[in-house]
């Protein structure tokens, strides 16, 4: 890396965030674009009155000897906290006030747009110009850099390169478009009182209709009883993906009455798109990278299509990422 060079990312999950950070304490100058009003990604927190949720992931894992010292630290802030330990005895740790505690806190330390969405990349004279267009504004922005990093899941990385006649050479294109995501439809129910379930208030489900229910009381980040987030099983999503949110509710909640001791209150939706990658890039390369990178073209991509299904694997990308343009091999 030569001095003073820039880069924008694209997107605020958990890998643009690391990679941010990384960039920057290597002095690089960096933007990062979110199209949403907050931190996080896929590590959304909801609300509905009082009661908190964590709408998408729903802990995170330490497997990795990097992530594990990256979660130590957010753990001596307080940032984070235990939950219960996993299959393979490691715990398994979630946000001290839900999920987006951990992305607030490094997004706050990091020049962040949020609310501003990227919907033109151009590469031109060896620099990257990203358009975006601003919540309630009618007039786009435009930034420009010596880098560009994507970290949207790859179908809308491939999208927005299309839409902007970007070309990637040919085989790093097939590859990519391989990396294809599971959908999850998710409901957050508000219930009349504790919700039942035994401790730690997780269970992992393997049901026609639901593959996982966690109680956000019981995990310390809902100050409610009976705040609890159900995530529908991969078939199910898919199948009724189309389905009426009130249907979806009555349906779920029914299918999820076995498990619970309270009734429902009220409820909300989210329907995850891109909820895990089905599989990865490069997936059966013997020297697999978990990033893609192109330094002709001065662009990269990070998350969990290059690394796995969890936020860690994903925050591993980024910083990876951010490692492999700082100090190219
Ligand atoms: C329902 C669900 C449950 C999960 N459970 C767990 C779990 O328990 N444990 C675990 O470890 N992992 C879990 N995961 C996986 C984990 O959440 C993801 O692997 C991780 O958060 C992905 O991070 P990322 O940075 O790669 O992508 P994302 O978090 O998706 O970040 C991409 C960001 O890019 C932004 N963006 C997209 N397009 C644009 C654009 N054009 N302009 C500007 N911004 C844009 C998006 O708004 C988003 O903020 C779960 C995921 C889901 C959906």
Redesign the pocket.
Known sequence: MTDSESCII???????LLAAQRLMRYDMDVTV????KT?????AVKQLGDAVFD???????TRNLIFRERVELWLSKGEVKPWYPGPLKNMRYVGSNGMTKVSDRIGESLNVRLL????KVKFSKNRWKVT?EVHGESANRSYEADWLIM???VP?NLD?LDASKVELDYDDEVELRKIQYLP?L?IMAQMNGPSGLPNPGAMDLNHEVLRWIGDNYMKGISPVPGSITL?CSTKYSSDKWKLSDEDLIQNVMTAAKPYLKADLVEAIIHR?R???PVRIYNEKHPFRKPYFIDDNLRIGM????FNG??????GL??MELASAIISPV
Do not use: N
């Open positions: 694209i997107g605020a999950g958990i890998s643009g674009i979110e199209k949403c931190y996080g990604g896929r590590m709408a998408g992931a729903q802990f995170m894992t501003e969405k990227a919907v975006t970290t949207a899941p809308q927005l999850c998710t995530q995850w891109y909820s895990d990070a998350g969990d299509g299904p969890r936020l860690e694997a994903s990308s980024g």
